[in-house]
Nanobody
């Protein structure tokens, strides 16, 4: 059973940086897709970035050039490097795993508990 555990959130001023981490365990399939989702206060979860087992990545337009998704060599930890943070980046960030080889979706995924990011302007 896949389990995800995020860390690394916190409070930062606009323009600052944070790195989120997600420890991934229980993945038995070599074909997988992981991602990070953002949930702003009072809004639904939206995909921010995703990374597939073949190394391909994709990003939401709102974070392109500012955020980078990556994983360690062992594939046990997923990261989200967030630079040039803006007030609108505030919210909960969730690590997500897709079902089987599919990429996670806001309506279908395995979720971590989330970590909070607050960006003050």
């Amino acid at each position: 059973q896949v389990q995800l555990s995020e860390s690394g959130g916190g409070s930062v001023q606009a323009g600052g940086s944070l790195r989120l981490s997600c420890v991934v365990s229980g993945y038995a399939d070599n074909n997988y897709c992981l991602g990070w989702f953002h949930q702003a206060p009072g809004k639904g979860r939206e995909g921010v970035a995703r990374l597939a087992s073949d190394g391909s990545t994709s990003y939401a337009d709102s974070v392109k050039g500012r955020f980078t998704i990556s994983q360690d060599n062992a594939g046990n930890t997923l990261y989200l490097e967030m630079n040039s943070l803006k007030a609108e980046d505030t919210g909960m960030y969730y690590c997500a795993a897709g079902i089987g080889s599919f990429c996670p979706r806001s309506d279908l995924a395995i979720w971590g508990r989330g970590t909070q990011v607050i960006v003050s302007s």
